[in-house]
């Protein structure tokens, strides 16, 4: 009695919803939370940076972020929920931007990181997105040589720009005209800005995308 007991509390929790912890059939985020996600509209999805043009699907705030933090505390599974996400949206974008053959590419973590985490979030989400669509994957293109500091801790933008300044290295060449990098969330844009640079600087023809799952409040809806 006691193992059935148990059994059944564990089926509760494996079928609980990330954010709000009540039984979901859905997935891992239940359908309730999932329609607070506030989604980008066609002019704010959209945000150009001087090495890099990046589409975002959703607004980093509430339930969204709660659902992004939990995939970074362990929730490894979401990733797939994510990926899902990122691909029906790159699926609406104009055909003048999706019809590239992208390598696609995640936004590498540092070593360190990873070993804590057990995984890397943007790795699991853009290799999932490739091979749903069929598209050239790498995470062995670029590392993170640097251990950076979360960028959400950083106040200011002198701090974010110092923080992530030579923190990436190529470690491979390729032979492409486009790549997409793939993250989790767009907060200032450093980033993904000093990872296209590292690119440019050995490979300044290639065409450079990138796609996140959310974007913070530094960008209007």
């Given at each position: 009695?006691?193992?059935?007991?148990?059994?059944?509390?564990?089926?509760?929790?494996?079928?609980?919803?990330?954010?709000?912890?009540?039984?979901?059939?859905?997935?891992?985020?239940?359908?309730?939370?999932?329609?607070?996600?506030?989604?980008?509209?066609?002019?704010?999805?959209?945000?150009?940076?001087?090495?890099?043009?990046?589409?975002?699907?959703?607004f980093y705030d509430g339930n969204l972020r709660d659902g992004i933090i939990a995939l970074k505390a362990g929730k490894k599974k979401l990733t797939n929920y994510f990926?899902?996400?990122?691909?029906?949206?790159?699926?609406?974008?104009?055909?003048?931007?999706?019809?590239?053959?992208?390598?696609?590419?995640?936004?590498?973590?540092?070593?360190?990181?990873?070993?804590?985490?057990?995984?890397?979030?943007?790795?699991?989400?853009?290799?999932?997105?490739?091979?749903?669509?069929?598209?050239?994957?790498?995470?062995?293109?670029?590392?993170?040589?640097?251990?950076?500091?979360?960028?959400?801790?950083?106040?200011?933008?002198?701090?974010?720009?110092?923080?992530?300044?030579?923190?990436?290295?190529?470690?491979?060449?390729?032979?492409?005209?486009?790549?997409?990098?793939?993250?989790?969330?767009?907060?200032?844009?450093?980033?993904?800005?000093?990872?296209?640079?590292?690119?440019?600087?050995?490979?300044?023809?290639?065409?450079?995308?990138?796609?996140?799952?959310?974007?913070?409040?530094?960008?209007?809806?």
């Open positions: 009695m006691l193992k059935i007991f148990a059994q059944f509390i564990d089926l509760i929790f494996e079928n609980s919803c990330v954010i709000c912890n009540k039984f979901s059939r859905q997935d891992l985020i239940c359908k309730s939370c999932e329609s607070s996600f506030v989604i980008r509209n066609e002019s704010s999805s959209i945000k150009s940076f001087q090495e890099i043009k990046v589409y975002s699907w959703g990926a899902n996400k990122l691909i029906n949206f790159w699926k609406t974008l104009p055909q003048n931007v999706t019809n590239k053959n992208y390598l696609v590419i995640p936004v590498p973590s540092h070593k360190k990181r990873i070993k804590e985490r057990g995984y890397c979030q943007a790795t699991l989400i853009a290799a999932n997105f490739a091979q749903t669509l069929d598209l050239s994957f790498t995470n062995n293109l670029i590392i993170r040589k640097k251990q950076t500091k979360f960028m959400n801790s950083l106040v200011n933008r002198e701090e974010r720009i110092k923080n992530i300044n030579d923190a990436f290295e190529i470690i491979n060449s390729i032979n492409v005209k486009d790549i997409l990098i793939i993250d989790d969330i767009l907060t200032s844009g450093n980033t993904l800005c000093e990872i296209a640079k590292t690119v440019h600087k050995k490979f300044p023809e290639i065409n450079i995308l990138g796609l996140t799952v959310a974007a913070g409040d530094r960008y209007s809806i």
